[in-house]
């Protein structure tokens, strides 16, 4: 079975700052994985998604992840926070064959103060 | 081109009652997904469609959870005799055959009193 996690609900920066945002992921057979961004009331917009070619997967608005096998990890940076960066940001993982449902984490808030 | 849209945005309905929640998916696009996002579960998957092959309703948490697709297109989620714990953001996301990349819908917002 697949799983994610995301270490942290709430991770408050200032605006300029480093955004570290974490995930851990625990799959079977070798993922895919996502991050997803949700902004209030709106639905899930995809960010930047690991499809077993590059370890560094580069998104939209400057961020990027790194896929550490060793680590099972996923994590989202961006070098520097903008006040519109501010939503919620979810890591998923689905499957590379076959029935692709996603299985997300529980989200991280990101807070942006200036 | 056109995103994933869904109908309504907003339901409020009484407990007890049936409601229908429409998707439509990108055109083009072969799979259709319909996810929950509530406060106490996250977000979970409800059903798969792909194609004209029968759906995986793995997710479904009960029998009164129900979805079609017709023409491999609209799909409609029905939930009958709502209950106050289905209140919750129901997500729709479409996907060409084959491709990880799910586009999703802005969602419903169901509100059960």
């Known amino acids: 079975a697949q799983s994610v996690t995301q270490l942290g609900s709430h991770v408050s920066v200032s605006e300029g700052a480093l955004v570290l945002l974490r995930c851990n992921y625990s799959?079977?057979?070798?993922?895919?994985l996502f991050w997803y961004v949700q902004y209030p009331n709106q639905g899930l917009q995809l960010l930047l998604k690991?499809?077993?070619?590059?370890?560094l997967v580069k998104g939209i608005n400057g961020f990027e992840a790194e896929f550490k096998k060793s680590e099972t990890s996923f994590h989202l940076t961006k070098p520097s926070a903008h006040m519109s960066d501010a939503a919620e940001y979810f890591c998923a993982v689905s499957a590379l064959a076959g029935f692709q449902k996603l299985v997300f984490g529980t989200g991280t808030r990101l807070l942006v103060s200036p | 081109g056109a995103g994933v849209s869904q109908s309504p945005s907003n339901k409020v309905t009484e407990k007890g009652k049936d409601v229908e929640l429409r998707c439509d998916p990108i055109s083009g696009h072969t799979a259709l997904y319909w996810y929950r996002q509530s406060l106490g579960q996250g977000l979970e998957f409800l059903i798969y469609?792909?194609?004209?092959?029968?759906?995986?309703k793995s997710g479904l948490p009960s029998d009164r959870f129900s979805a079609e697709r017709t023409g491999g297109s609209v799909s409609t989620l029905t939930i009958q005799r709502t209950q106050q714990e289905d209140s919750a953001v129901y997500l729709c996301?479409?996907?060409?055959?084959?491709?990880?990349?799910?586009?999703f819908g802005p969602g419903t917002r169901l509100t059960v009193t």
């Open positions: 690991y499809t077993s070619a590059a370890t």
């Open positions: 469609f792909q194609g004209n092959s029968a759906p995986d």
């Open positions: 799959s079977s057979v070798p993922p895919y």
């Open positions: 996301a479409s996907s060409l055959a084959g491709s990880p990349e799910q586009y």
